[in-house]
T-cell receptor
Framework: GNSVTQMEGPVTLSEEAFLTINCTYTATGYPSLFWYVQYPGEGLQLLLKATKADDKGSNKGFEATYRKETTSFHLEKGSVQVSDSAVYFCALWGYSSASKIIFGSGTRLSIRP | DTGVSQNPRHKITKRGQNVTFRCDPISEHNRLYWYRQTLGQGPEFLTYFQNEAQLEKSRLLSDRFSAERPKGSFSTLEIQRTEQGDSAMYLC??????????FGPGTRLLVL
C-alpha cells in the first residue's frame, strides 16, 4: 500500500542555517505530495504541495520538488528562523488511497536564536 | 472563508464515559474527513463523508466509534465507553473534492 517515510527528528538548527528534511514515498500511480506544518498546540496547516513529477511547491521560503525517479519530496529552506520551529509532516494523496491523506510520522524542528 | 472549526478544543473524561466531538467544515466543501493523531505520530485516517454519505471507514474505527454528517454540513464523532487508548488529538478536515484538505485545530481528548 501507499506509505510515506520521513527523516526522524528532532532536528535542531541555528537561526539562518540551511534546512533539509528528507521524505520518500511508496505509491501506485501518480500521487499528489504535500508538506504540512503543525505549530505547538495547533492543527495542521498546508505548507506546500506538488501534484505531478518535477513540480516544485514553494511557500514562505520553503521549497520541495516532486522527484518521481527517486520517489522523494525533500523539504528545504535556505535560511531558517526561530518562528519556523514546528513539526513538519510529509504526506501523499492518491486515488488508490480512496481520498484519504497518508502522513509520515513527522519531524520536529527546533531553531536556536 | 472561516476555515474548519472543531469543538470542543479539549476534553477530559473518565474511562467508560461517552464523548462527542463536532466539526464544522468550510461551507462549500462537500467532503469531510476525520483523522486521529497520537503523540509523536502523524495523523491516521478514520473516516470520510461525501455530503451526508459515509463512504469509507478505517479499521481503526472500532464499533465504539460512530460518525455522522446528517445534513451534509457539520459532522459529529462519538466515542462510546472510552478507553485510555482513545486519548489522542482528533482532527477534522474538509475539501471540495480535489487533493487538498484543510484541517481544523483539532480536539484533544484525554481519558483518565
Amino acid at each position: 500500500g501507499n506509505s510515506v517515510t520521513q527523516m526522524e527528528g528532532p532536528v535542531t538548527l541555528s537561526e539562518e542555517a540551511f534546512l533539509t528534511i528528507n521524505c520518500t514515498y511508496t505509491a501506485t500511480g501518480y500521487p499528489s505530495l504535500f508538506w504540512y506544518v503543525q505549530y505547538p498546540g495547533e492543527g495542521l496547516q498546508l505548507l506546500l504541495k506538488a501534484t505531478k513529477a518535477d513540480d516544485k511547491g514553494s511557500n514562505k521560503g520553503f521549497e520541495a520538488t516532486y522527484r518521481k525517479e527517486t520517489t522523494s519530496f525533500h523539504l528545504e529552506k535556505g535560511s531558517v528562523q526561530v518562528s519556523d520551529s514546528a513539526v513538519y509532516f510529509c504526506a501523499l494523496w492518491g486515488y488508490s488511497s480512496a481520498s484519504k491523506i497518508i502522513f509520515g510520522s513527522g519531524t520536529r524542528l527546533s531553531i536556536r536564536p | 472563508d472561516t476555515g474548519v472549526s472543531q469543538n470542543p478544543r479539549h476534553k477530559i473524561t473518565k474511562r467508560g464515559q461517552n464523548v462527542t466531538f463536532r466539526c464544522d467544515p468550510i461551507s462549500e466543501h462537500n467532503r469531510l474527513y476525520w483523522y486521529r493523531q497520537t503523540l509523536g505520530q502523524g495523523p491516521e485516517f478514520l473516516t470520510y463523508f461525501q455530503n451526508e454519505a459515509q463512504l469509507e471507514k478505517s479499521r481503526l474505527l472500532s464499533d465504539r466509534f460512530s460518525a455522522e454528517r446528517p445534513k451534509g454540513s457539520f459532522s459529529t464523532l462519538e466515542i462510546q465507553r472510552t478507553e485510555q487508548g482513545d486519548s489522542a488529538m482528533y482532527l477534522c478536515a474538509s475539501s471540495s473534492g480535489g487533493e487538498t484538505q484543510y484541517f481544523g485545530p483539532g480536539t484533544r481528548l484525554l481519558v483518565l
